[in-house]
């Protein structure tokens, strides 16, 4: 690193904290620390565009478009597909006026669900905050030689800095910064990488294995994988716990419309040039015998200090705000989980201050489980296959409780506990078991099982179908031979979901409706009183079909580029 690449790098982390720790006068009560309501959709979408975009992502798609060829994108535009019903889910997570996800397990069943989503939710962002430091370190080891580990240690202590003292305002304060940035570390590499192989052109006259350039790749990323891990993502999506902060801090239910929809559009914007970054990376590198994971950082180390001096600490810079954007986020989340699902039920009628000290507490505690995992998982793209299964084991839940009133308690509890189960026994079968299923005429037509660097194991989209499955059969089974949920509570949650929010509402207790508030007539599009689908409003409908036209456009920009 050159004198000015240090110089922006140090600048950068010292404005950023300081004004993480800035924000911290925001913070009065427990609602400013864990869910401000204050943000309209400039902020909010550079939030969900922040909190959902990390460089352990560029590091995932570059690595696996370095192996597998443009198919490698669908590592994060598995969530493409999903992206159109944000513009649905976004008014409705508002209308909860929950503090956490946790609290809407309660509203709709009980404490003990939201319990259970406490510890799995936790579980799920230590996990993925792990998988981002993990990431990160590979870029900036590559692209400087510092040490991962040093790296991990740097990033952790100052986004825990701001994060504790700020809480999700400082995380959204931040955001705005840090999302601008992200944008440049997605796009800084591209255009001198792509001078250096000659453009697309020069990439097709070097790479000549022609599947190298095929968005759906004969062997594992083919339609069937696309398909099943975006129906996992949309399961799963509604239960990461960062989701309520992404769509519920905005001031009105249009701002976190447009901020978690649009924040989420530019996320696949930018994946696109992580993809081709990762193809140019095939062509440039050549035969070189490099760690997928560390391509990213090694092309800007061969570029970048070449082009300008300062310009690779403005990459690193980048990086850094990708990360820590994200990971503020989820600590914050986690924190929220704990105090307002597990403690605060506990310990009723305490102040405030007792409260945040609490979340600030957990916060360290979910964070250090984080940066074990960071030493812990194999590589990224082994930890991101987990976060995705992990993060939709409480969805099948979330959504048969949204549509189905007959889903009762146990029901919840058999859906996630079945799910975990199947996840779990298919994950860890032993090899003598896989070997045989393999052997089986059947198994091979479907490729059920297939070989990896590590072993045969039950290949991923078949996982995410036995366990999306079993959840779902489960918990229709229990729920129909248990107790129902009484009819008092089911009318209070459904009339949250039908309630739009009304300018400056505010609220004294998670889940409940302000007082006076009119509960608009249940409108449901089918006539079964057990389910709860409501019909859509016009606002709904041109969104979502904007959206589906911006999916289509931007795939077909995407081929017409690349091929």
Not at 130 to 156: F, K, N, R, W, Y
Not at 412 to 426: P, R, Y
Request: net charge positive; with cysteine.
């Amino acid at each position: 690193m050159q004198t000015a690449d240090i110089v922006c790098l140090v600048l950068y982390l010292v404005v950023i904290t300081g004004v993480g720790i800035w924000a911290a006068r925001l913070v009065r009560n427990m609602g400013d620390f864990f869910m401000p309501r204050r943000f309209g959709k400039v902020m909010m979408m550079t939030h969900a565009f922040g909190t959902g975009t990390h460089s352990d992502q560029a590091v995932s798609v570059a690595s696996k478009t370095f192996l597998n060829g443009l198919s490698g994108i669908w590592y994060q535009w598995l969530w493409l597909f999903a992206t159109p019903f944000y513009w649905v889910i976004a008014p409705v997570m508002r209308r909860f006026r929950a503090i956490t996800t946790g609290d809407v397990f309660a509203a709709r069943y009980d404490r003990s669900v939201a319990v259970l989503f406490a510890v799995l939710g936790m579980a799920v962002l230590s996990l993925n905050i792990g998988v981002m430091l993990l990431g990160s370190g590979a870029v900036i080891e590559a692209g400087t030689g510092i040490p991962a580990s040093v790296a991990i240690t740097v990033m952790t202590v100052l986004f825990v800095a701001y994060g504790v003292a700020g809480g999700l305002s400082a995380a959204i304060v931040t955001d705005f910064i840090q999302g601008i940035l992200t944008v440049v570390f997605s796009f800084i590499l591209l255009p001198f990488v792509f001078q250096a192989v000659g453009g697309m052109e020069g990439l097709h006259e070097t790479i000549t294995e022609r599947e190298m350039f095929s968005l759906v790749a004969p062997g594992e990323i083919g339609i069937f994988y696309i398909v099943m891990i975006a129906v996992n993502g949309l399961v799963g999506i509604v239960v990461q716990p960062h989701t309520m902060g992404n769509c519920a801090a905005g001031r009105t239910e249009m701002d976190g419309r447009v901020g978690f929809m649009c924040g989420n559009f530019l996320k696949r914007i930018c994946t696109m040039a992580w993809c081709l970054t990762g193809l140019a990376a095939v062509a440039y590198l050549g035969g070189r015998e490099v760690d997928p994971d560390q391509v990213y950082g090694l092309m800007a180390k061969e570029f970048l200090p070449q082009v300008l001096p300062g310009l690779l600490g403005v990459f690193l810079a980048a990086l850094l705000a990708s990360v820590m954007s994200s990971c503020d986020s989820f600590m914050i989340a986690s924190a929220g989980l704990f105090t307002e699902n597990i403690y605060k039920p506990l310990a009723p009628g305490r102040p405030d201050r007792h409260y945040l000290r609490v979340g600030r507490l957990v916060s360290l505690a979910v964070v250090a489980g984080g940066v074990g995992a960071a030493f812990v998982l194999p590589d990224v793209r082994e930890g991101l296959k987990w976060f995705w299964k992990i993060s939709a084991m409480m969805g099948v839940a979330f959504w048969l409780g949204l549509f189905w009133r007959r889903t009762t308690v146990a029901g919840a509890w058999a859906a996630s506990l079945t799910a975990i189960t199947v996840l779990l026994v298919g994950s860890f079968l032993p090899q003598a078991v896989l070997a045989r299923i393999q052997s089986t005429e059947l198994a091979g037509r479907l490729w059920l099982v297939h070989d990896t660097a590590k072993g045969l194991e039950i290949y991923l989209p078949w996982q995410m179908v036995f366990y999306l499955s079993a959840g779902v059969l489960a918990g229709i089974l229990v729920s129909l031979l248990t107790r129902p949920v009484r009819e008092g509570k089911l009318e209070n949650f459904y009339a949250l979901v039908r309630t739009p929010v009304a300018p400056g509402e505010t609220l004294q207790q998670p889940c409940t409706l302000p007082e006076g508030a009119e509960v608009p007539a249940r409108r449901s599009l089918l006539p079964w009183r057990s389910l709860e689908i409501p019909v859509p409003t016009i606002t709904s409908v041109v969104g979502f079909v904007a959206a589906w036209l911006l999916v289509g456009a931007m795939i077909w920009v995407f081929y017409v580029i690349t091929q």
